[in-house]
């Protein structure tokens, strides 16, 4: 903030509160004048650590010679940084060169935590500087004494009766002298001790009890019907359904079956409903219109409330998978199917 705005500040204020009187006006130029001695005091301490630091950089740049410099050269040049150097620091004693020295010693062997540390505090001599070190060394290891006993509380009690990785003695056991371990955790311990957190066993789980075992506890092979075949199934009483095992049944393929029952199986379009139509098989001579007719009586009970483009499109689906299942699928395409059949075909398969 310059002088000029806080000049424009004061103006303000004395418009706004008022001229009641020299006190108002004094009071006020003083809290200006505190204000610009902080400003002041802010700027100096910039420049000061500028200062402080630019000394510091021309000190370290004294250890190593540069690029293509002999020796000569470089003697020169650490010279004239000492002097320069000694300049800076105000320094006209022998002892006050001695502490310049060891102080930037002592700032170089240390991080850089301790240099700010260090700077903000200004030490004039070497007392002083052992003082904040030993102040700056005390408060560094009392904050590392409490973050390490929060930690120790925060783990928990188990981990603090852990054996150390190094191998030490760790902690004795009072049950058999050994180490390495706590009583809780002491392998001589009896057995029954832990007899409480063993699970019975319920006797729901047993076969034994289960109506359907044979003496031998193995569960009844049953018969049932799979696609019209007799085939076997483990069958559990306790379930409210029936298993059946893949191993159990005998593999059959659909066509086979449809062929056997002289009939094919439609699906409802919205569910998972089946409807058994029986069609006459290729052989007996029957025409489509057999086929339409019957499909059309079912496609009531299949589709229910439905739009007429919708029933149309599954008539037509029903119809095209039954003349290849029926006839053949080489003798018969889409091509031998009406314009408008087609058409609705197209549509639904889209969708």
Request: with cysteine; aromatic share 8%.
């Given at each position: 903030?310059?002088e000029l705005?806080?000049?424009?500040?004061?103006?303000?204020?004395?418009?706004?509160?008022?001229?009641s009187?020299?006190?108002?006006a004094?009071?006020?130029?003083?809290?200006?004048?505190?204000?610009?001695?902080?400003?002041?005091?802010?700027?100096k301490?910039?420049?000061?650590?500028?200062?402080?630091?630019?000394?510091?950089?021309?000190?370290?740049?004294?250890?190593?010679?540069?690029?293509?410099?002999?020796?000569g050269?470089?003697?020169?040049?650490a010279?004239?940084?000492?002097?320069?150097?000694v300049?800076?620091?105000?320094?006209?004693?022998?002892e006050?060169?001695?502490?310049?020295?060891?102080?930037?010693?002592?700032?170089?062997?240390?991080?850089e935590?301790?240099?700010?540390y260090?700077?903000?505090?200004?030490p004039?001599d070497?007392?002083?500087?052992k003082?904040v070190?030993?102040?700056?060394?005390?408060?560094?290891?009392?904050?590392?004494?409490?973050r390490?006993s929060f930690?120790?509380?925060?783990?928990?009690?188990?981990?603090q009766?852990?054996?150390?990785?190094?191998?030490?003695?760790g902690?004795?056991?009072s049950?058999n002298?050994?180490?390495?371990?706590v009583?809780?955790?002491?392998?001589s311990?009896?057995?029954?001790a832990?007899?409480?957190?063993?699970?019975?066993?319920s006797p729901?789980?047993?076969?034994a009890a289960?109506?359907?075992?044979?003496?031998?506890?193995?569960?009844?092979i049953?018969?049932?019907?799979?696609?019209?075949?007799?085939?076997?199934l483990l069958?559990?009483?306790?379930?409210n359904?029936?298993?059946?095992s893949?191993?159990?049944?005998q593999?059959?393929?659909?066509?086979?079956i449809q062929?056997?029952?002289?009939?094919?199986v439609?699906?409802?379009?919205?569910?998972?409903?089946?409807?058994m139509?029986?069609?006459?098989?290729?052989s007996?001579?029957?025409?489509?219109e057999d086929l339409?007719?019957?499909?059309v009586?079912n496609?009531d009970?299949?589709?229910?409330?439905?739009?007429?483009?919708h029933?149309l499109?599954?008539?037509?689906?029903i119809?095209?998978?039954?003349?290849?299942?029926?006839?053949g699928?080489?003798?018969?395409?889409?091509?031998?199917?009406?314009?408008?059949?087609?058409?609705?075909?197209?549509?639904d398969?889209?969708?």
């Open positions: 903030m310059s705005d806080l000049y424009a500040r004061y103006l303000d204020l004395v418009a706004r509160l008022g001229r009187g020299d006190d108002l004094a009071w006020v130029e003083d809290k200006i004048r505190q204000e610009m001695d902080a400003e002041i005091d802010k700027s301490e910039k420049n000061k650590g500028k200062t402080w630091k630019k000394e510091r950089v021309e000190t370290v740049g004294v250890k190593e010679p540069q690029d293509n410099e002999d020796f050269t470089f003697i020169n040049r010279k004239r940084y000492f002097d320069r150097w300049e800076l620091s105000g320094v006209s004693t022998l006050e060169l001695s502490y310049l020295i060891c102080s930037e010693i002592a700032l170089q062997a240390c991080d935590n301790f240099a700010a260090v700077k903000d505090r200004s004039s070497m007392v002083f500087l003082a070190a030993s102040a700056y060394v005390a408060r560094r290891n009392g904050r590392d004494r409490n390490s930690n120790t509380r925060s783990v928990g009690r188990d981990q009766f852990r054996p150390n990785s190094s191998g030490g003695s902690v004795a056991a049950r002298g050994g180490k390495g371990h009583r809780r955790e002491c392998p311990r009896p057995k029954e832990n007899s409480a957190c063993s699970v019975p066993k729901s789980n047993s076969c289960e109506s359907g075992c044979d003496r031998r506890g193995k569960l009844k049953e018969s049932c019907k799979v696609f019209d075949r007799v085939s076997t069958r559990n009483s306790g379930c359904t029936e298993g059946v893949k191993s159990l049944v593999k059959h393929s659909a066509k086979e062929a056997e029952n002289r009939g094919d439609l699906r409802h379009p919205s569910s998972d409903k089946h409807q139509i029986n069609f006459p098989p290729a007996s001579g029957k025409k489509w339409v007719s019957k499909i009586l496609l009970s299949l589709l229910g409330k439905s739009t007429l483009d029933k499109a599954t008539f037509v689906n119809f095209y998978q039954t003349c290849l299942e029926t006839f699928a080489k003798q018969h395409q889409t091509k031998c199917l009406p314009q408008r059949s087609r058409r609705l075909l197209q549509m398969t889209l969708r």
